[in-house]
């Protein structure tokens, strides 16, 4: 009975965990929001893929706190992405600047699609020659012109049906 | 004849790229501030809290700055080396310990023996921030002038050292 009641409580314990994000959150609401909008265009360099403002792992832990300590001592959104920059490089941001270094990061989708369009272009003009004007001969153009004339054998007894039903 | 050679061509210069990419580790990031001056900083030593040092004590020098932790892994993999090359009395070793506890940092030293011309301990991890460091260890080699010119992300090994740092420490002792 005793052994029952109190498998009965242990399993009423998992209520008791809560399922918390992140616990470093700051007194201002404000602040915090601002500071995630941001930390969501920050790459997190230890897990890559993930920007700072959903990572778990103690770098992002780290760079949050510290865009934190900026915003309460006033920095702007620009002065924190500039310093993070200067420390980590641009590849911790989500959104890379163009400029001479990421000039052919961005240009290359359009200059590939533009090889690709230029290759069809010339496929489709070859494949076009290739086929040529198709001759026909006297009797075949004969033959071509009355069978277009001829009534259409289908069409009469289709139109019935159409009427009937 | 253009149609087995086009595509051939292609083939070969995509296998450059992906062979490339292979030997490629993209977690290492290059670091923006090779080549400028190292960040100005004050910790205190590990051994000695009250006793202070900055980087500016080292002007004149080719020093090294190696960034590690007691809970940290694969400082453990390249301690052996930073201890041979101690012995070798090549370069002087700084040791920041980044993100520490203090006696845990101490003791880690005190059992696997201590490589460093001096510790200095990191408890925030705000200079280790400044320096850009974002996975122990880290090691920064800054010549006579104080501006950093090389930046190792990750373990010590006998290759990089031999290939790497070596013949920058080399070059830079000898300007």
Redesign the interface.
Same mark, same amino acid.
């Given at each position: 009975m005793m052994r029952n009641l109190l498998l009965l409580l242990l399993c009423l314990l998992p209520t008791l965990t809560f399922a918390g994000e992140a616990k470093d959150i700051a007194d201002d609401p404000v602040l915090e929001h601002r500071m995630m909008l941001l930390a969501e265009k920050v790459r997190c360099? /230890?897990c890559?893929s993930e920007p700072v403002s959903n990572s778990h792992s103690?770098?992002s832990k780290?760079v949050r706190q510290?865009m934190r300590e900026k915003m309460k001592a006033g920095a702007t959104d620009q002065e924190i992405m500039d310093m993070l920059?200067?420390?980590?490089?641009?590849? /911790?941001l989500f959104d890379p600047p163009v400029d001479r270094e990421t000039m052919p990061l961005w240009l290359a989708p359009f200059i590939l699609l533009l090889l690709g369009g230029l290759g069809l272009f010339y496929q489709l003009k070859k494949r076009r020659s290739q086929v040529g004007e198709a001759v026909l001969s006297v009797q075949d153009e004969q033959r071509a012109s009355s069978l277009l004339n001829e009534p259409a054998l289908n069409e009469k007894p289709a139109a019935n049906k159409d009427s009937q039903a | 004849m253009m149609r087995f050679i086009l595509p051939l061509v292609i083939f070969l210069i995509l296998s450059v790229f992906l062979y490339k990419g292979l030997g490629r580790d993209t977690r290492e990031v290059p670091s923006p501030l090779v080549g400028k001056a190292a960040p100005a900083f004050v910790l205190p030593q590990l051994y000695e809290p009250t006793k202070k040092f900055s980087p500016q004590e080292m002007l004149g020098k080719v020093w090294l700055m190696n960034v590690w932790a007691s809970w940290c892994g694969a400082c453990k993999d390249e301690h052996p080396l930073l201890l041979e090359l101690s012995r070798q009395n090549i370069v002087p070793i700084v040791g920041l310990d980044y993100k520490d506890k203090a006696e845990d940092g101490q003791m880690t030293l005190n059992k696997a023996g201590n490589p460093y011309t001096l510790v200095i301990a990191d408890a925030d991890g705000k200079v280790g921030f400044d320096y850009g460091v974002y996975g122990v260890p880290e090691t920064y080699l800054i010549d006579k002038k104080g501006m950093i010119a090389f930046k190792l992300i990750g373990a010590v090994t006998p290759e990089n050292l031999r290939e790497k740092i070596l013949p920058r420490v080399a070059e830079l002792q000898a300007k």
């Open positions: 360099l /230890v890559q103690d770098w780290d510290i920059v200067e420390r980590f490089g641009k590849s /911790v | -």
